[in-house]
């Protein structure tokens, strides 16, 4: 798993590597059952304290991504069919930011089309 990380930005670094594996999940480039580095080494191999990693992880498991096992680490959660999760600061920043596409001056339709061009573009 490559992640790259933006020191420089406004975004926390723990959010960076969640939002990462959020969208790795969602492409498909981490498959349910997927066994995540452990803390050390992905904190080793990004360059960052083990304590960013684990706030990352923290806030994936409490979101429902990934699960954790003493024995198995830190793995990608499989989903149970007809069963989304979905967060309720997800549902929150969607709005927010359907309220400034709309202050932009989209239409309805046109947030449509940006929607599904995003979701073609990002989830396939």
């Not at 480039?29 to 995540?36: A, D, K, V």
């Not at 954790?68 to 990608?76: A, C, H, L, Q």
């Amino acid at each position: 798993m490559l992640l790259k990380l933006d020191f420089d930005s406004e975004v926390p670094i723990y959010q960076q590597i969640r939002n990462q594996i959020v969208v790795g999940i969602a492409s498909g480039q981490l498959s349910p059952g997927e066994r995540l580095p452990a803390t050390r080494a992905l904190a080793e191999d990004l360059g960052v304290n083990t304590m960013t990693v684990s706030k990352a992880y923290q806030q994936l498991r409490q979101e429902g991504y990934v699960i954790t096992d003493r024995r198995s680490g830190v793995m990608v959660r499989q989903r149970e069919a007809g069963v989304p999760v979905v967060p309720e600061e997800t549902v929150k920043g969607l709005r927010l930011r359907l309220c400034e596409l709309r202050l932009a001056g989209l239409s309805r339709e046109e947030i449509l089309q940006l929607c599904d061009k995003l979701c073609d573009e990002e989830v396939g």
